[in-house]
């Protein structure tokens, strides 16, 4: 049981380039999230699925784009990448509504560098 | 819509000392409140949470939250901190009504001092 992960741990871009950040988890999860973590900042949503199948807008949205490829799997990608966007890029999973089982499970992060 | 205020963004304190992180937050529905910990270059992990009952939580290494209706609060506390408490611990709030976004506080970076 790996929990969540995500791949590639780094990942330094040129400005203009693309690529997309994979995000799985094992748990069964309904819910798939993805957040980015800038110092003084928190973290903040950038879009989330609550489903197989649907995908909403969370706070900062704007210069990315997602897919759920299945249940387990949750992808985001920078069609151009912006050095506004190097981060720390976090996938989570829950399963929302289930009492004393509710919580979001992280992966270990994406460090993405915008040159 | 909910929010979450961690007014203290550094908080330095020596080994076996108190600690107490500061939270608060915003609501007007019923919530769900969490405490996170990220050590250095990790995810983050649930340190302990409030869901209903009790509102003196605890986690198995020794902190533990008190849910303060009346004043919105969430704070954290332990009575004596080691060395490997030194993280980040962040703060987080989701309706209670099993709604898919939690609500993130910027954090607060505890640096135990030998």
């Known amino acids: 049981n790996a929990g969540v992960t995500q791949t590639p741990k780094f990942q330094v871009l040129k400005t203009g380039q693309s690529m997309t950040l994979q995000c799985a988890q094992d748990?069964?999860?309904?819910?798939m999230y993805w957040y980015r973590q800038d110092p003084g900042m928190g973290l903040r949503l950038i879009y989330y699925?609550?489903?197989?199948?649907?995908?909403d807008k969370g706070e900062v949205p704007n210069g990315y784009n997602v897919s759920r490829l299945n249940k387990r799997e949750f992808s985001l990608r920078l069609e151009s990448a912006a050095p506004s966007q190097t981060s720390v890029y976090f996938c989570?999973?829950?399963?929302?509504?289930?009492?004393?089982?509710?919580?979001?499970?992280f992966g270990p992060g994406t460090r993405l560098l915008v040159l | 819509a909910q929010s979450v205020t961690q007014l203290d963004s550094q908080v330095p304190v020596f080994e076996e000392a108190p600690v107490e992180l500061r939270c608060n937050y915003s609501?007007?529905?019923?919530?769900?409140l969490f405490w996170y910990v990220q050590y250095p270059n990790q995810g983050l992990q649930l340190l302990l949470k409030?869901?209903?009952?009790?509102?003196l939580v605890e986690s198995i290494n020794g902190f533990e939250a008190e849910f303060n209706k009346s004043q919105t609060s969430f704070h954290l506390r332990k009575p004596s901190v080691h060395i490997s408490d030194t993280a980040e611990y962040f703060c987080?709030?989701?309706?209670?009504?099993?709604?898919?976004?939690?609500?993130f506080g910027t954090g607060t970076r505890l640096k135990v001092l030998a």
């Open positions: 989570a999973s829950s399963e929302p509504g289930r009492g004393e089982l509710e919580t979001q499970y």
């Open positions: 748990m069964n999860h309904n819910s």
């Open positions: 699925s609550a489903s197989e199948g649907t995908t």
């Open positions: 609501s007007s529905v019923s919530v769900y």
């Open positions: 409030y869901l209903s009952g009790s509102t």
């Open positions: 987080a709030v989701t309706k209670a009504s099993g709604t898919y976004k939690y609500i």
